[in-house]
């Protein structure tokens, strides 16, 4: 039987402040008479929470019932605190906080890495931070060490606005709008994003996460470059694309993949970001993961 549990943990860094995560275990690996657990931890998108790896979570259980993976919700989104100081919503604060969080959880284990989107850019900050683990696989889900110009002022003019709705129906209709880049999802895969992406307060429809998180976005006027990060990852790296992706260029992809550890796949009729809800986008993950 697989099983989901939420829980939250205290970190402390630049005041404390509690994160909400889903912790996905069998029963088998709770018995001590099994092998060593692996875990695997899933980050978000910018305005997303741990909710958007259930399918994902779910079927790397069933795969493997050894297997723990821990889906966190970055501060400000989901179910963990908002920050008080809303200066600290960017992804070196991010990175640190993981440091913390996977070593209060899995200690000095190995890990496998899973990051959406700005997920994808705390995996690459985290990997050069020091810490007592070591990542395994990196995998980095429409997401690379550069994001040009237009991509990054993009982002800015969506996550300002606040947006606050009269009814449900509103708000459903704003995030399907402004999400096309998902892809084809099925009538029940949006009702899953709408039902974990949007909540009711004082009577008006708003989305799961502190508009506070938009005060680091301001309009620039050159790329996103990691690429001196990202060319000391020495671990094993699998790139995921929606070929029709503004976010994750298809230049940058062929230079991530120039790499000798990297591989990658793309996905038709699909921008930013590949969901991981079909069996189509998931079982390459498995395959990767399983992969000695």
Excluded at 6 to 33: M, P
Excluded at 48 to 71: M, P, T
Excluded at 164 to 183: A, C
Excluded at 271 to 280: D, I, N, Q, Y
């Amino acid at each position: 039987m697989i099983k989901k549990n939420i829980k939250s943990i205290q970190l402390d860094q630049k005041g404390s402040h509690n994160v909400s995560f889903s912790e996905w275990s069998s029963e088998a690996s709770q018995q001590e008479t099994i092998l060593p657990r692996q875990y695997i931890y899933c980050v978000h998108r910018l305005t997303g929470n741990s909710s958007d790896f259930d399918f994902l979570a779910e079927s790397l259980i069933k795969d493997n019932e050894n297997r723990v993976v821990i889906c966190i919700d970055i501060p400000g989104r989901g179910k963990s605190d908002f920050l008080k100081d809303p200066s600290n919503y960017h992804v070196e604060f991010y990175a640190w906080d993981m440091v913390q969080f996977i070593e209060k959880i899995s200690y000095d284990k190995d890990i496998d890495f899973i990051g959406t989107s700005m997920g994808g850019l705390i995996g690459m900050v985290l990997y050069q931070l020091p810490k007592k683990f070591k990542i395994r696989n990196l995998i980095l889900n429409d997401i690379g060490p550069q994001v040009s110009t237009q991509s990054m002022n993009n982002i800015a003019n969506y996550v300002q606005k606040v947006n606050v709705f009269d009814t449900r129906e509103e708000s459903e209709i704003y995030l399907q709008n402004t999400h096309k880049g998902f892809g084809e999802l099925t009538s029940l895969q949006w009702k899953f994003l709408f039902d974990n992406c949007i909540i009711e307060k004082n009577s008006k429809f708003i989305f799961h996460y502190d508009p506070m998180i938009s005060i680091r976005f301001t309009q620039v006027e050159q790329d996103l470059n990691l690429w001196e990060i990202y060319n000391k990852i020495d671990c094993k790296i699998f790139i995921l694309r929606g070929k029709e992706s503004e976010i994750l260029s298809k230049q940058v992809y062929n230079s991530m993949l120039e790499l000798s550890n990297n591989k990658g796949i793309e996905f038709d009729n699909v921008g930013h970001a590949p969901m991981l809800f079909s069996s189509e986008q998931i079982e390459p993950i498995i395959q990767f993961i399983n992969q000695v």
